[in-house]
């Protein structure tokens, strides 16, 4: 009895799934088994919630040299409604994205608005790709209040899915309403779904510096699993520059 396997690399991120493949010669029975096992996989791995694509996209464009930025607005810039907020953010991405231009650099953006929270004032989270250079040129741009930076953090307590639910905190205005949106050049998570042999399981390779998930279980219906992980050789922090080496002094004979 076959299976099948679904695999999403986003970035650093990778996501596996397998469950059953139906079968025509199935009974009812088993047929209402493995479609319920194939829920809880489309559940896992289709993206049913927000947060969850969220997550994806934010693991395939943005690491811990990138930015996490609050923007705020001060008394004369506050606007009055969601509309003008937005307008407000495109006229600061247009100015963003002159000044990389100028310099040659990229700029790959995505964002939120709120105001449903606190002291309901409007404001933004938003995740900017790094170029070194950033934090002076962004608070000269921004100019309708404050501007608070926050370093990306890829750990067991902080990482893409913490960040992505609490960008996704507030309920939408009207449903169906994206509660983001980003520049049209971020990455695309790459997915890809196949049959494998039935006896196939997934395996956390033993470098991956993190976990995040592991479902693992046997049902009357056939085996289910799911796995998340970071892979190898990706910066989860970034550290205090080494200290220079003293060269040690030749003793004279």
């Given at each position: 009895m076959a299976k099948f396997k679904k695999i999403i690399v986003a970035g650093p991120l990778v996501v596996e799934c397998i469950y059953p493949a139906p079968n025509p010669r199935d009974s009812a029975g088993v047929r209402a088994g493995k479609k319920a096992l194939s829920s809880a996989a489309q559940q896992q791995m289709n993206l049913k919630y927000a947060y969850q694509k969220l997550e994806l996209l934010i693991a395939a464009n943005f690491g811990?040299?990138?930015?996490?930025?609050?923007?705020?607005?001060?008394?004369?810039?506050l606007p009055r409604n969601r509309a003008?907020?937005?307008?407000?953010?495109?006229?600061?991405w247009k100015r963003l994205r002159k000044a990389r231009k100028e310099k040659g650099q990229e700029l790959r953006y995505l964002y939120v608005t709120e105001h449903k929270h606190g002291e309901g004032r409007w404001h933004h989270h938003a995740l900017i790709n790094g170029t070194g250079e950033d934090y002076?040129?962004?608070?000269?741009l921004w100019g309708q209040g404050g501007v608070e930076f926050k370093q990306l953090r890829i750990d067991r307590d902080k990482n893409f899915e913490t960040l992505a639910r609490y960008l996704c905190k507030e309920q939408r205005d009207k449903a169906g309403l994206r509660l983001w949106s980003g520049?049209?050049?971020?990455?695309?998570?790459?997915?890809?779904?196949?049959?494998?042999?039935?006896?196939?399981?997934?395996t956390i390779p033993r470098n991956a510096p993190i976990t995040f998930?592991?479902?693992?279980?046997?049902?009357?219906?056939?085996?289910?699993q799911f796995i998340k992980y970071l892979a190898a050789g990706w910066e989860t922090t970034i550290g205090p520059r080494p200290k220079a080496k003293r060269r040690r002094r030749r003793k004279r004979p």
């Open positions: 811990v040299r990138d930015l996490y930025v609050t923007l705020t607005y001060d008394d004369a810039h003008e907020a937005r307008a407000a953010m495109r006229a600061f002076d040129l962004i608070r000269r520049s049209r050049n971020l990455r695309k998570p790459e997915r890809e779904c196949f049959r494998v042999p039935n006896d196939t399981q997934l998930n592991n479902d693992n279980r046997d049902t009357l219906y056939g085996h289910f």
